[in-house]
């Protein structure tokens, strides 16, 4: 990207993280910042060391830790990104794995196309690059204007499961959106691939949606599942989508590999009713939510695989103007 020295900052409860991805990259690299949050909603970041010149990187995982609100995290990172630039930065750049509002892309009746709204809110701030994991559609990378690297978790997880499941008879997509991940797997493992869906009447005007029964296109019965998908929210979803798998389609294993792991209400109780099931035989998924301390522990067949690396990784590669797309395509 630049000659410019680097800088790596962490954004509201990513301190952490940030640190280690900084320490990966080279020594001395760690950016101070200093948050308030005042009683009013006003938020103010303060460097007590210049910046002028620098490439700075702000680092913001969703925190559960830190708040509920990713929407209120993303408004954190983006006045840290508009201090950088205020304080004469050579350019201010995101990483946030897990973007808010991507679910929210496409126009059904009245509504707005909200993730389109958040990337322009980061190019007319005049960030250089950001960098995020598995969007809901990879098409609305384009919503960025050129300043979006999407990177995919797939050529995290392949090795792992290769080693540990050696290989699969199905690998099938939770929804429809989560359809090309599934493709790619199946082709590295050479097997079939099946999708889950569900039908939806849209009536006109306002949006109401008759859902109808769960659907699988593919074949199952009898078969080792890689069931995939890019995000888990509370996971209902998911759960049914598992047990129709197991009692309605007769799978006999189930591997679940889930990129963001949101946590919200009731995800945890579902997680474990999931992996309670002797069928289900691992739930993996990353870190780019950060879960409350008990969250994970209560959870069995649970791995969560950290992304700093692969952060660290990208950062150094266009910090050194090389390839980072070419190894992680999916």
């Known amino acids: 990207m630049s000659n410019s020295k680097l800088l790596i900052f962490g954004g509201s409860g990513s301190g952490p993280p940030a640190q280690e991805i900084a320490g990966q990259i080279g020594p001395n690299l760690f950016g101070n910042a200093e948050f308030t949050a005042f009683r009013t909603g006003q938020l103010k970041w303060h460097l007590p060391e210049s910046v002028r ?46 973007l808010p ?7 059904w009746g009245r509504e707005p196309y909200t993730f389109f709204q958040l990337a322009q809110e980061l190019v007319q701030l005049g960030v250089t690059e950001v960098i995020t994991y598995d969007l809901h559609n990879a098409a609305t990378a384009a919503y960025f204007d050129g300043h979006c690297t999407h990177l995919y ?13 050696e290989t699969f008879d199905v690998v099938c997509s939770a929804d429809t959106g989560s359809t090309k991940m599934a493709e790619w797997y199946s082709r590295r493992f050479g097997c079939d691939a099946a999708i889950i869906y569900k039908g939806s009447l849209h009536t006109s005007g306002t949006r109401e949606i008759k859902r109808e029964e769960i659907k699988l296109a593919g074949d199952v019965q009898g078969k080792k599942v890689l069931l995939v998908d890019e995000l888990c929210d509370s996971g209902g979803t ?28 009731n995800c945890k109780d579902y997680l474990k009713q999931i992996c309670s ?14 879960q409350q301390p008990n969250f994970w522990p209560d959870i069995p067949k649970t791995k969560v695989l950290p992304l700093q690396k692969n952060i660290a990784e990208s950062i150094g590669n266009i910090h050194g103007h090389k390839s980072v797309m070419g190894p992680y395509r999916i």
């Open 153 to 165: 978790t797939s050529h995290i997880f392949l090795p792992l499961l290769k080693a540990e499941f």
């Open 53 to 98: 010149g620098s490439e700075c990187w702000v680092i913001q995982f969703f925190n559960r830790k830190h708040s509920d609100d990713i929407v209120k995290q993303f408004q954190e990172a983006k006045v840290l990104l508009r201090t950088l630039k205020d304080c004469h930065a050579a350019s201010w750049n995101l990483v946030m794995p897990l």
């Open 277 to 290: 099931r002797k069928e289900v035989l691992a739930y993996w998924t990353t870190n780019s939510v950060i």
């Open 238 to 265: 998911l759960a049914n989508a598992i047990n129709f798998l197991i009692d309605q389609k007769g799978a006999s294993q189930v591997v679940v590999v889930i990129t963001h792991t949101v946590g919200a209400e």
């Open 101 to 107: 509002e991507t679910r929210q892309d496409q126009q």
